[in-house]
């Protein structure tokens, strides 16, 4: 039977940086890595905020990535 194994884990933080010529939103992106598998939703979004208070650009979005092996 084949297993995933975790790999790891990220947070990536999506920022407003202002509009394309159509109209649309564009947005800078932000990977931070070693995020500890166990972090609960709650500590994460704390240390989003706490992360995205140091830019000068607003945070749009926070995604957690998660990597895994897939071994059989």
Do not use: C, W
Not at 2 to 7: E, G, Q
Not at 26 to 43: H, M, V
């Amino acid at each position: 039977m084949a297993t995933a194994d975790l790999k790891g884990t990220k947070l990536r933080f999506a920022y407003n940086d202002g509009m394309d010529e159509k109209g649309n939103p564009k947005y800078k992106y932000k990977s931070y890595s070693y995020i500890k598998g166990s972090a609960t939703a709650d500590e994460m979004h704390s240390a989003a905020q706490s992360l995205a208070g140091l830019s000068e650009k607003n945070l749009f979005n926070v995604e957690k990535i998660q990597n895994f092996d897939i071994n059989a």
